[in-house]
């Protein structure tokens, strides 16, 4: 082989090695814009929370589920108001394993029966039910919490006795001294006792996030509900903002929208709700829920809802 020939091999290289070059140049930039779109519109993120949420709930993936045995304890009380009275039911997991579950309840008196089923909680649920238009005389109540996906069947015997009378001239309001709200003229307790909070100093430190989010369609899917809990890293009370949006399947646009303020004291359990009323849809939504403090987002969960 001649040395021209040996320089034109070597020049025909370089140049396909050149085009090479520049095809992978191309090729990198490309990638690189589409992972830059895609953090962008929060699919990346979105996808990591998913991936976390799946080992978090597979026991073949998370070593540590499973080693949490649950608690559950059922606590209750009653309040009368005028004719009506009002049964506080409170669920409680001892143990505080984060698992997600839902019951179902039933309150039995004088042949009347309320109840439901409620939705999707961790840890801990608390609602009321009220039996209206009681009789004068001594009753009993029967509360039932039988299994929706806790397997507990608990209930609870409450006898009492309605005085008509005696109830035309009750006074509601708070009957513990040690509470803020204390009212010395109540006959009768409303369950609306409130106590003192420790607080601590706010510092650049402190910070809001989100205990837990769930949304879900109500029966008809017309109208999409959105609760959630969100705490405070300090000892304090203060006003955070909260908006949520209902993303479409491809997170390509925003369909529905919620905002408003919102008051948390530290980590108490007080789950909120923003909901989006009359929005029927037909495919999965993506919802991103977002906490802001003092003027920047503090926290970001997203949160998936199939049709």
């Known amino acids: ?65 499973g080693e949490c045995e649950e ?23 001892m143990a505080w394993c984060n698992s997600i579950h839902t019951i179902h309840y ?25 039996i209206a238009n009681i009789s004068e005389g001594t009753h009993r109540a029967y509360v039932e919490v039988t299994n929706g996906s806790i397997a507990l069947f608990e209930s609870r015997t409450i006898d009492f006795e309605y005085d008509e009378v005696e109830m035309e001239s009750a006074v509601y309001g708070c009957t513990n001294s040690t509470a803020l709200n204390y009212n010395e003229s109540a006959t009768h307790d409303d369950g609306s ?24 369609w109500n029966e008809t899917n017309e109208s999409l509900y959105n609760e959630f809990d969100v705490d405070f890293s300090c000892q304090a009370n203060v006003t955070v903002f909260i908006t949520i949006d209902a993303w479409d399947y491809a997170n390509e646009s925003v369909l529905f929208h919620v905002e408003d ?26 919802i991103q829920y ?8 503090q926290d970001e969960v997203w949160y998936r809802v199939e049709a």
């Open 106 to 130: 039933n309150v039995t008196m004088d042949g009347k029966t309320e109840g439901g089923e409620s939705p999707e909680f961790r840890n801990e649920h608390e609602f009321v039910v009220t």
């Open 193 to 216: 006792c409130e106590y003192p909070q420790e607080e601590e100093e706010i510092t650049d430190d402190c910070y809001a996030y989100f205990y837990d989010v769930f949304s879900y």
């Open 71 to 93: 608690d559950w304890r059922l606590m209750t009380d009653h309040y009368i108001i005028e004719d009506n009275v009002l049964f506080n039911i409170h669920l409680m997991d």
């Open 1 to 65: 082989m001649s040395g021209d020939e040996e320089q034109n091999i070597i020049q025909e290289l370089n140049a396909r090695f050149q085009e090479l070059r520049t095809l992978m140049i191309t090729i990198g930039s490309v990638i690189a814009m589409l992972i830059a779109g895609l953090n962008e519109i929060g699919f990346i993120q979105f996808a990591v929370d998913t991936l976390v949420d799946a080992v978090e709930d597979d026991p073949d993936l998370n070593p540590y589920l």
């Open 290 to 297: 977002q906490v802001y403090y003092n003027g920047t987002v």
């Open 261 to 286: 303020n919102f008051t948390t004291y530290h980590q108490e359990w007080d789950y909120q709700y923003l909901d989006f009323y009359d929005k029927p849809y037909e495919t999965p939504l993506n």
